[in-house]
């Protein structure tokens, strides 16, 4: 791997562990529910493409199925979330 991808690669880490620090701040102190949702929501697209750029950093597919795996529960949390919001009930 060429050292200006290392680079990048490296950068991006730094990038995407703050905007999971900022949504877990948000996740913890978010006054409304709605907005703990949305801060869940991103923390774990954050997660996913953190996990990514590992997978890239070591060139190994687990962490490719991690990722996957992590988005899938991602989109699952997250939608019964935002249904229990609307209706109050997740399973009706």
Request: charged content about 15%; some cysteine.
């Amino acid at each position: 791997m060429s050292p200006l991808l290392l680079g990048a690669l490296r950068f991006a880490l730094a990038c995407l562990v703050l905007a999971m620090t900022c949504a877990l701040w948000r996740l913890f102190r978010g006054p409304r529910a709605q907005d703990r949702v949305l801060a869940f929501d991103c923390l774990y697209v954050n997660a996913m493409l953190v996990v990514l750029a590992l997978g890239l950093v070591y060139r190994s597919s687990t962490y490719f199925e991690a990722a996957l795996l992590i988005a899938l529960f991602g989109f699952a949390g997250s939608t019964a979330m935002a249904k229990f919001l609307l209706r109050g009930e997740v399973i009706e």
